[in-house]
């Protein structure tokens, strides 16, 4: 009993609904727009039109000429509709697909181009620099800018005694003179110089180059170089010699 009430009632819905959808016996065909007047642009989408015998959405033709004709008519077109609603909504997302896709190529794209521009980058600056020097290379440069040692004729390895440039025979130099001259007398005699002796010679050569740079302006610029060079060797020598 129940299955025939919803039976009734959705024929009565088709056959409510069928009075719109069927258009009365000669009525004119659909007129095109009058010329200016601008459509929608169409969609990409294929979407389904209807020509079947039940007319579908293609209205202008044929309608049911009895009830039951009507009742089939509607459910045709009402499978119909959602069988189109199911087709556009798997191309739409086909279309969401395809985007996506895209996106994730762009994305590869850019990250390929920036890691080619750094790879690029790398090689200009290393054509411009030139192959990175060696161990032999950095010895080599080391020895170059290290102090020269002191011939014999300016430090005696016997005696410890010192051959002074001009600029430091002044009285003003005195102090310093005779602290090294007993530093490296005390080392040749004895072989070497405890902790304490070497750190004393150190802070008396460092002393001595102070007092050197802040009288530059009364030296000739080639004997200020000299007698540079020559503390630069008295600490160098503590080192060449290991003690």
Do not use: C
């Amino acid at each position: 009993m129940r299955g025939r009430s919803y039976a009734f009632v959705l024929l009565t819905f088709v056959m409510a609904t069928g009075f719109w959808w069927l258009p009365a016996q000669g009525n004119a065909q659909q007129q095109p727009p009058p010329t200016g007047e601008t459509f929608w642009p169409q969609s990409q989408a294929n979407f389904p039109q209807s020509s079947g015998w039940g007319g579908g959405w293609n209205w202008g033709g044929s309608h049911a000429s009895t009830y039951e004709q009507g009742a089939m008519m509607g459910m045709a077109d009402m499978m119909q509709a959602a069988g189109a609603r199911n087709l556009m909504n798997s191309q739409a997302l086909g279309f969401v697909e395809d985007a996506r896709r895209k996106n994730i190529d762009n994305r590869m794209y850019g990250t390929d181009a920036y890691f080619e521009m750094r790879k690029t980058n790398r090689e200009a600056r290393a054509a411009e620099t030139g192959p990175p020097p060696t161990q032999a290379d950095l010895e080599r440069y080391a020895r170059q800018r290290a102090p020269q040692r002191l011939s014999p004729s300016e430090l005696d390895p016997l005696t410890g005694a010192i051959a002074w440039p001009t600029i430091f025979r002044d009285d003003q130099y005195k102090p310093y003179r005779d602290a090294l001259e007993e530093l490296y007398g005390r080392r040749a005699s004895a072989g070497y110089l405890t902790g304490r002796e070497r750190g004393g010679l150190n802070q008396t050569i460092d002393a001595m180059q102070a007092d050197l740079k802040r009288n530059l302006p009364n030296y000739v610029p080639q004997d200020y170089v000299q007698a540079k060079s020559f503390l630069d060797g008295l600490k160098y020598e503590l080192l060449a010699s290991g003690g």
